[in-house]
């Protein structure tokens, strides 16, 4: 069955580096989401990519947040200046269509020091 | 604003037992539910979704869920729960079907 991967499953770094997240989808989905959950906390949406542009965003997603499809597979977050509040589990998802249900990967814990 | 609620933070019920897990959605005449569930150190697995049309929907692993609007409910039943469901459930909305806005989540513990 097909599924969502990413890659680091841990990703451990210093506040003020940068970091990028990776994201394979399931192959024939056009909609890519990123998603966060900070420890103890709800699942917030990040941002949604559809087309090669960012569809939608939320407050969180500012300046220091960027996505990126470099390649047919792969859909990245990329934070520029890591903060100690970014330490978060962080879930790629992926969709068929805007109203389809949404996949999600396993997850890239990220802890900033 | 969407807001989904789930009053329940733990539940824990004997195995063989049922099991309702509640939830509430405050957005949109025709809204986009879901039901996830999150093992720990897994991602989230989709257990089942409501478009529209029978508001009696079943799942994977034996779940069902009923849409009731005139309650703003979502609620997530198994007749009988096993100790592998032991989990996290995540009730979720969806706008347009982009957006997914989460609830807080229910810890469900199955006691033998």
């Known amino acids: 069955e097909p599924e969502v991967t990413q890659t680091p499953s841990h990703q451990v770094t210093q506040m003020g580096q940068e970091v990028i997240l990776r994201c394979v989808p399931i192959?024939?989905?056009?909609?890519f989401y990123w998603y966060r959950q900070i420890l103890g906390q709800k699942v917030e949406f990040l941002v949604s990519?559809?087309?090669?542009?960012?569809?939608?965003k939320s407050e969180i997603f500012d300046d220091q947040f960027s996505v990126e499809r470099p390649d047919g597979s792969n859909f990245t977050l990329k934070i520029r200046s890591t903060k100690l509040e970014d330490s978060a589990m962080y879930f790629c998802?992926?969709?068929?269509?805007?109203?389809?249900?949404?996949?999600f990967g396993p997850g890239t814990r990220l802890t900033v020091t | 604003a969407q807001s989904v609620t789930q009053p329940d933070i733990h539940i824990t019920v004997s195995e063989g037992a049922s099991l309702e897990l509640r939830c509430n959605y405050s957005?949109?005449?025709?809204?986009?539910l879901f039901w996830y569930v999150q093992s720990p150190g897994q991602g989230l697995q989709l257990l089942l979704k409501y478009f529209s049309g029978d508001t009696l929907v079943q799942g994977i692993k034996g779940f069902e869920a009923e849409f009731k609007r005139s309650q703003s409910s979502f609620n997530l039943r198994k007749p009988s729960v096993h100790w592998s469901d032991a989990a996290e459930y995540f009730c979720a909305e969806g706008h347009a079907g982009n957006m997914l806005t989460f609830g807080g989540g229910t810890r469900l513990m199955v006691k033998p």
């Open positions: 998802a992926s969709s068929l269509r805007v109203d389809y249900e949404q996949y």
């Open positions: 957005y949109g005449a025709t809204p986009y």
């Open positions: 990519f559809y087309n090669n542009e960012i569809s939608e």
């Open positions: 192959s024939n989905h056009l909609y």
